[in-house]
C-alpha cells in the first residue's frame, strides 16, 4: 500500500489518501507505454475490465466483466460496445494453466478475441487487444479509485510508471498521464519514491509519495478503533489494534504476523468484540 500526503498542485488535492494495491496484467510485448494495454481489477465497478490508454473506449475499459473479488480475471462473461452493449459469445480469457498444464496458474493470461458477426460496428477495433499478458502491480486510490499508479514497460533498470487520473464525464472519460517516472534500480515492483515529472519529462511534478503497511482486518474496522491505537504499552487492547490495524495505528515496525485474527472482516468483527469485553 501507498500513501500520497502532499500534492502542489491545488486541482490534484483529492489524489491525496491511500492506493491500494489490485490486480492487473500488462501486455507482455508492450512498445509504446502511452498506448499500454491491460487488464486489471476495477474496485468501483467490482469486476475486471481489459482496457488500452488512449483508446476510444468508455473509461478506457474495452471489455468488462462483473467479478466482485475475483483474485483473476474470468474467462467468460465480457460486455463490450458504447452505447449498446453486446455480449461476447466465447471464451475471451485464458490463463496459462488451461493451455499448458505444467505452467503456474495466475501468472500469465491470454486474449483472444474473435469478431462478432453480430456487432460489426465494433469489432475491428478490439482486435488487438488479443495477446499475452503478465501479472504486474498496480496501486488504485482507496476512496475515489479516480486515480492509479502503475508500470508501463516491463524491463529493469529503466522501468517505466504512469500515475494516472480519469477526466471528464460519461464516455468521454478516459484515463489521463499526470506524471511518470523511470526507476534506475531493479526494484521491478516497488513504485519510486522520486524523479516524478509531468508528461513526456517536462518539469518536475511535486508530491509526496510513501510506501505504508496494510491492516489486517477491513478499513472500517480499523476506522472504528482508531482511538484506541495509543495508549498504555502494556494495555493488551492497544497491543491487539496496533498489530492488526498497522496502517491506521502507525505501527508498520510490528511484524505483519503478529495480528492473530483472520484476514477477514470476520476478524474485525471478533477484534471489536475482544476490545468491548475488555473495556466492560
Not at 54 to 72: E, H, L, M
Request: overall charge neutral.
Amino acid at each position: 500500500m501507498y500513501d500520497i500526503k502532499g500534492v502542489a498542485d491545488p486541482n490534484l488535492e483529492d489524489m491525496m489518501g491511500k492506493f491500494q494495491l489490485q490486480p492487473m496484467y500488462m501486455e507482455e510485448t508492450a512498445k509504446d507505454p502511452q498506448n499500454v494495454k491491460f487488464i486489471h481489477y476495477d474496485p468501483v465497478s467490482a469486476g475486471w475490465a481489459i482496457s488500452k490508454l488512449n483508446s476510444s473506449c468508455t473509461d478506457d475499459i474495452c471489455f468488462f466483466a462483473y467479478a466482485n473479488g475475483q483474485p483473476v480475471p474470468p474467462g467468460k462473461g465480457y460486455v463490450f460496445g458504447e452505447p449498446n452493449k453486446h455480449v461476447y459469445y466465447k471464451q475471451l480469457v485464458f490463463d496459462d494453466k488451461e493451455l499448458y498444464p505444467s505452467r503456474d496458474a495466475g501468472y500469465h493470461m491470454s486474449v483472444s478475441y474473435t469478431p462478432d458477426p453480430n456487432s460489426l460496428d465494433v469489432s475491428e477495433k478490439l482486435g488487438e487487444l488479443s495477446g499475452r499478458y503478465i501479472l504486474q502491480p498496480r496501486y488504485v486510490h482507496v476512496k475515489t479509485g479516480k486515480y492509479a499508479i502503475m508500470p508501463v514497460s516491463l524491463a529493469s533498470p529503466g522501468k517505466m510508471w504512469f500515475l494516472l487520473g480519469l477526466k471528464g464525464v460519461g464516455p468521454a472519460r478516459r484515463w489521463s498521464i499526470l506524471a511518470q517516472a523511470k526507476d534506475p534500480s531493479m526494484n521491478r515492483y516497488v513504485i519510486p519514491s522520486s524523479g516524478w515529472t509531468a508528461p513526456g519529462g517536462a518539469g518536475s511534478m511535486d508530491f509526496k509519495l510513501f510506501q505504508t503497511c496494510n491492516d489486517h482486518v477491513s478499513m472500517d474496522i480499523c476506522n472504528s478503533l482508531e482511538d484506541k491505537c495509543r495508549g498504555d504499552k502494556n494495555d493488551k487492547n492497544v497491543g491487539w489494534v496496533q498489530a492488526c490495524c498497522r496502517d491506521t495505528c502507525n505501527s508498520c515496525v510490528l511484524p505483519k504476523d503478529r495480528c492473530k485474527l483472520p484476514n477477514t472482516a470476520q476478524g474485525g468483527q471478533m477484534l471489536l468484540q475482544i476490545i468491548s469485553n475488555h473495556t466492560k
